[in-house]
């Protein structure tokens, strides 16, 4: 697809088929993904991907919508906190990384003609406990992965000029 349709066609996908994801597709997905852009380079995450059949109740209580496993496939990125790269005055790149890398995994997903939903308010705790994560490894951020059953709404956004300033803040 291209580009700029691409990006007005994603939407958040609230629920899903239960269709199997073709092996080659998510391939491709998870190869956008790696190509993402980190700080320094330094690649400091790691993606899950988890098989919903059979773990629904488990994986709910990661975060607890139905919808959230009505998908094939959950997808965790996570940032490897002992290997991020640090700013100068002590901030971490590692919560930035992780979001480019979703970012890149949830448009690959887009293009080819899967429906994902950037999850931030899951249970912290529980995705720790459930994905058996050591202590460097912070989960960042979910998504479902799979075919929509549901189509868009409407997309509210601000107008540019609320969101864009030129030279400086005013």
Same mark, same amino acid.
């Given at each position: 697809?291209?580009?700029?349709?691409? /990006? $007005?066609?994603?939407?958040?996908?609230?629920?899903?088929?239960?269709?199997?994801?073709?092996?080659?597709?998510?391939?491709?997905?998870? @190869?956008? +993904?790696?190509?993402?852009?980190? +700080? +320094?380079?330094?690649?400091?995450?790691? %993606? !899950?991907? !988890?098989?919903?059949?059979?773990? @629904?109740?488990?994986?709910?209580? /990661?975060?607890?919508?139905?919808?959230?496993?009505?998908?094939?496939?959950?997808?965790?990125?996570?940032? !490897?906190? #002992? &290997?991020?790269?640090?700013?100068?005055?002590?901030?971490?790149?590692?919560?930035?990384?992780?979001? /480019?890398?979703?970012? $890149?995994? %949830?448009?690959? *997903?887009?293009?080819?003609?899967?429906?994902?939903?950037? %999850?931030?308010?899951? #249970?912290? @705790?529980? *995705?720790?406990?459930? !994905?058996?994560?050591?202590? $460097?490894? @912070?989960?960042?951020?979910?998504?479902?992965?799979?075919?929509? +059953?549901?189509?868009?709404?409407?997309?509210?956004?601000?107008? /540019?000029?609320?969101?864009?300033?030129?030279?400086?803040? &005013?």
């Amino acid at each position: 697809m291209e580009f700029d349709k691409l /990006i $007005h066609a994603r939407y958040s996908v609230r629920a899903y088929k239960p269709e199997s994801i073709p092996d080659r597709d998510l391939a491709a997905v998870l @190869e956008a +993904a790696r190509l993402a852009p980190t +700080a +320094a380079n330094r690649q400091a995450f790691r %993606i !899950l991907v !988890l098989r919903t059949a059979g773990r @629904e109740q488990e994986l709910k209580q /990661i975060y607890g919508r139905d919808w959230f496993v009505q998908a094939p496939v959950v997808v965790s990125v996570c940032t !490897l906190t #002992d &290997s991020c790269w640090v700013r100068g005055d002590g901030k971490s790149y590692g919560d930035v990384d992780a979001a /480019i890398v979703m970012d $890149h995994l %949830i448009l690959a *997903a887009a293009n080819r003609g899967l429906g994902s939903c950037w %999850i931030g308010a899951f #249970d912290a @705790e529980a *995705a720790r406990r459930i !994905l058996k994560l050591p202590e $460097h490894v @912070e989960p960042v951020a979910f998504t479902p992965l799979g075919y929509p +059953a549901d189509r868009p709404g409407v997309r509210k956004r601000r107008p /540019i000029d609320r969101l864009v300033y030129r030279d400086a803040w &005013s």
